[in-house]
DNA sequence: ATTATAAATGTAAGCGCTTACACTGACGAG
DNA sequence: CTCGTCAGTGTAAGCGCTTACATTTATAAT
């Protein structure tokens, strides 16, 4: 008895399809990418043999004789904080919408880690990337641009940087938002920030604050400035050593939400009430700033709108469409419970 | 003139590092795979070469070639959302630690693109793959098998599932807290849970609440159950509904932190406080847990440890060195402050 | 019917890498 | 001095797919 040869418990190929529905590959193949490059009739021949078989294009292979991988790579600081889940999100569906996969991967805010990340994706053929903001050493940029790998900065906006970038003015929403709190007579304010250190946004950031200081005709060299990386209990305790000043401020302006939730947990240890002895703000707007009490004023970011568009601009960067894609999007000021006039000042300019 | 054909502009390859090397691929490709297999003069010059070049491998014709790829593929039913963002961070640093890159997806808890996502990371090499929960259909099981990708399921508990599992026993935990709730003296009792269609955590969670209900022989069929997406704003709306029945329940179970936060809101809502007028619990103890006020009292899962370990067993399988690697991980009671004794009890039983 | 033209399909050459196998030369044993 | 051994390299055969080009077949115009 000979040994029965067809049983093919391998994955089946592009040949044994080929074989089975009686055509030659290219046909298959054509079927699979151009159905309408094959007539009628020879199509439903080979689905039928695909189905039957199970087949699953090689992926390598198809990269390989391709060139394309309808795959977009995306390299956030990090997935441990929720401020760039919803924008992802929205990245994600738009691109399903259109036919790419999304890898995802994270740099735990390390430029070293970064650029890794960058070169892991474009190695594995990622048509495309997405990075946040535009911080990063110029050789890195080179490399992509050698590559031919086009890649979009998220998050941040940037007018004229290396790559183009569909995000918002950091720097000019923190301004506006400290323009409020100084309206509401707080004059000692002080900034609980991430590390600015290659990261643009948390630079503008700081920027803005200090704009807005300057415009007031305030000391920009009064303020005080604590960089801490984004964790809750990092908030409370730059929080606490804010207010253990001999002049402690009246109004703490963070970074990000997380931050300004951490620093509302630093105020409730120190017995201070928020907003009546001390103002608190976030930035981003991410759901804890709803849920959280008091609830936090905050600059509200358009995260999936930001998302979407970066998908699509993206995309059509990559097919070639267009060329110059940068998109500045709208924040504004979310005013909810955390920040509220300055204590000690008779007239609240919202209740005269 | 001719044209100068040695104006490479295109990525390097083997090939061309091997001529600047004056070796041959083959061992340009040992130098890089087995460096120990090349004598150290030869490694040395082909290095240099490689670093000139600034040759990266190809990594789509090395997948075909070696028919590894060193990638893990994860499909967790969302990102945007806090519960499994912990645990995956932790999975991935550990990944990285033994050399293996990430490649996240997510399946926005449905089945049918869960599916199609297991294929398009099968379909990219993935040497095996991280999912959650056991509940799937047995084809893609089948699947998996035939296509020798090992996977693991995580989050989940099952002695004998159709893949090992690195998990914690749902039921029982949930069971575990819903018995404290019943020593404090709540006897009307709610659950808010998310959807448990295709979803083994969420109705392994409910079956834990009622094991612990007839355990303390209380009526299984007066328990109300209320199934909802896991957003806040759905927990709080579900919480609402539940409050207005003409027996209100003195305390309301909730599947996951993030639904017992939009629980707790919709009692500030109604004015109601908590733990005096109703209780509400979480679980997962996710950052949100803590900081929320109340503080929430919920089941802590070691998230960080249980995507280290699954990050470990799950190598283990695609090097097939071991072969069942399940893990039950211990969970425990978080005590905050969202529960309390049943209202209208005389005898609170920790102040006898 | 005949031929020009277009549509459908087949042929086969890679894509860039790994690796089985072949080869070379140095070394120690006999 | 010869031969077997073996470490270090080279040769070349794929891996499974896409696609330019060649070939065949259908369609339309005469």
Redesign the pocket.
């Given at each position: 008895m000979k040994a029965d040869i067809s049983k093919d418990d391998?994955?089946p190929?592009?040949?044994d399809v080929a074989r089975k529905a009686?055509?030659?590959?290219?046909?298959v193949?054509?079927c699979?990418?151009n159905p309408d490059?094959?007539?009628e009739?020879?199509?439903a021949r080979v689905m039928e043999a695909v189905k039957a078989l199970e087949?699953t294009?090689?992926f390598a292979?198809?990269v390989?004789?391709?060139k394309r991988t309808f795959t977009i790579g995306a390299i956030i600081p990090t997935m441990d904080n929720a401020i760039f889940a919803r924008g992802l999100q929205a990245f994600q569906e738009a691109l399903h919408a259109r036919g790419y996969t999304l890898l995802v991967s994270s740099s735990a805010y390390r430029p070293d880690v970064e650029e890794e990340q960058i070169r892991a994706l474009v190695a594995r053929g990622a048509d495309g990337l997405l990075l946040i903001g535009h911080d990063r050493d110029a050789p890195i940029y080179e490399y992509l641009e050698r590559q031919k790998v086009p890649a979009l900065a998220a998050w941040s906006f940037m007018e004229d940087g290396q790559i183009p970038s569909i995000g918002f003015d950091n720097r000019a929403a923190m301004s506006a938002l400290a323009k409020e709190v100084i309206r509401l007579g707080h004059r000692r304010i002080a900034m609980i920030s991430g590390i600015s250190q290659g990261n643009d946004r948390a630079r503008e950031r700081i920027e803005g604050l200090k704009d807005a200081l300057r415009e007031s005709a305030l000391d920009v060299d009064d303020l005080e400035i604590i960089e801490t990386t984004y964790e809750v209990e990092n908030g409370a305790e730059a929080f606490t050593q804010l207010m253990s000043r001999d002049v402690p401020p009246t109004a703490v302006l963070c970074g990000n939400d997380v931050l300004a939730v951490g620093a509302s947990l630093g105020a409730k240890r120190l017995g201070l009430r928020v907003p009546q002895d001390v103002s608190i703000t976030g930035f981003d707007d991410i759901e804890l700033a709803r849920i959280t009490s008091p609830a936090l004023t905050t600059v509200h970011v358009p995260h999936r709108e930001m998302g979407r568009k970066a998908a699509d601009a993206l995309i059509d960067m990559v097919e070639g469409k267009k060329k110059v894609v940068s998109a500045k999007l709208e924040t504004s000021i979310k005013k909810r419970h955390s920040l509220g006039p300055c204590p000690g000042t008779n007239d609240d300019p919202d209740h005269p």
């Open positions: 391998a994955t190929t592009l040949d009686g055509v030659s590959t290219a046909t193949s054509r699979l990418n490059r094959v007539v009739a020879t199509r087949y294009p090689n292979a198809r390989m004789a391709a």
